[in-house]
């Protein structure tokens, strides 16, 4: 069936570096932009950044820009995502998202969402 | 940047009464690019309404959205105990590509 997993996550202190993954399987990966999206404990969604069906084109919040970098490796179904200069404001549950069949970036929705990977940023 | 705001902020409701949530946003969405999710603790969100009033695949048709321009508004005609759950507005800008979610409305039990 049509997934996502990401994994990756853990406690790192500020101002380190993390690198989250997420798994595709049951769909035409290449085929489709991505998306991460991002919730603090406690706290509403907050979109992250989106990368393009062929890794193209990248755009991001204007509050990880600069800081974290969105890829993928369509060979093997995977997406990334580099998290530099770590805050505890980045401390949150990282989704991936894939945008609904037929929409360019995403302006149907994200229709799949993986499960998460916690980020917590601590001394 | 859009700014979403979502109202109520909570809304207390029983099982078969109607729930209307209100999506405002502060310019208008480009092409009514504006979309509906249900999120329930410890899952990730799930995707019901596309385009300002498309129900996505699956989705039963208790829910339905409205609106255009800036001002959104779901209804789920007559609300289910599993409808119990946070409700998050988004839209899409499209030029540079932005995403916006509004801060949500939890529809909880009476």
């Known amino acids: 069936q049509v997934q996502l997993v990401e994994s990756g996550g853990g406690v790192v202190q500020p101002g380190r570096s993390l690198r989250l993954s997420c798994a595709a399987s049951g769909f035409t990966f290449r085929s489709s932009a991505m998306h991460w999206v991002r919730q603090a404990p406690g706290k509403g969604l907050e979109w992250v950044a989106l990368?393009?069906?062929?890794?193209?084109?990248?755009f991001y919040a204007d509050s990880v820009r600069g800081r974290f970098t969105i890829s993928r490796d369509n060979s093997k179904k995977m997406l990334y995502l580099q998290m530099n200069s770590l805050t505890t404001e980045d401390t949150a549950m990282y989704y991936c998202?894939?945008?609904?069949?037929?929409?360019?970036?995403?302006?149907?929705?994200?229709?799949?969402w993986g499960q998460g990977t916690t980020v917590i940023v601590s001394s | 940047e859009i700014v979403l705001t979502q109202s109520p902020g909570t809304l207390s409701l029983s099982p078969g009464e109607r729930a209307t949530l209100s999506c405002r946003a502060g310019?208008?969405?480009?092409?009514?690019?504006l979309a509906w999710y249900q999120q329930k603790p410890g899952q990730p969100p799930r995707l019901l309404i596309y385009?300002?009033?498309r129900r996505s695949t699956g989705i039963p048709d208790r829910f339905s959205g409205s609106g255009s321009g800036t001002d959104f508004t779901l209804t789920i005609s007559r609300l289910e105990p599993e409808d119990f759950a946070v409700y998050y507005c988004?839209?899409?800008?499209?030029?540079?590509?932005?995403?916006?979610f509004g801060p949500g409305t939890k529809v909880d039990r009476k």
């Open positions: 990368i393009s069906y062929d890794g193209s084109n990248k």
């Open positions: 385009g300002a009033s």
């Open positions: 988004q839209q899409y800008a499209t030029s540079p590509p932005r995403f916006t």
């Open positions: 310019q208008s969405v480009d092409n009514n690019y």
């Open positions: 998202a894939r945008v609904q069949e037929g929409s360019w970036y995403g302006e149907d929705g994200f229709d799949v």
